[in-house]
């Protein structure tokens, strides 16, 4: 991504570990880059 350092970016991360497998991760980003109407973080639903 370009734009000469404008915005916010937020990442919410799970790991999940389950006895004789392999561990993941999950996660998500959400940016905001400052337009009107735009939440600036995540929601209940997010």
């Known amino acids: 991504m370009c734009g ?3 915005g916010r ?3 919410a991360a799970l790991v ?3 006895s004789g497998e392999r561990s993941r ?3 998500r980003l959400h940016v ?3 337009r ?3 939440s600036k973080a995540f ?3 997010d």
Do not use: D, M, P, S
Request: glycine share 24%.
């Open 36 to 38: 009107k109407g735009e």
């Open 25 to 27: 991760l999950i996660y």
């Open 4 to 6: 000469g350092g404008t």
């Open 16 to 18: 999940c570990y389950k």
């Open 43 to 45: 929601g209940w639903r």
């Open 32 to 34: 905001y880059r400052g």
């Open 9 to 11: 970016v937020n990442i």
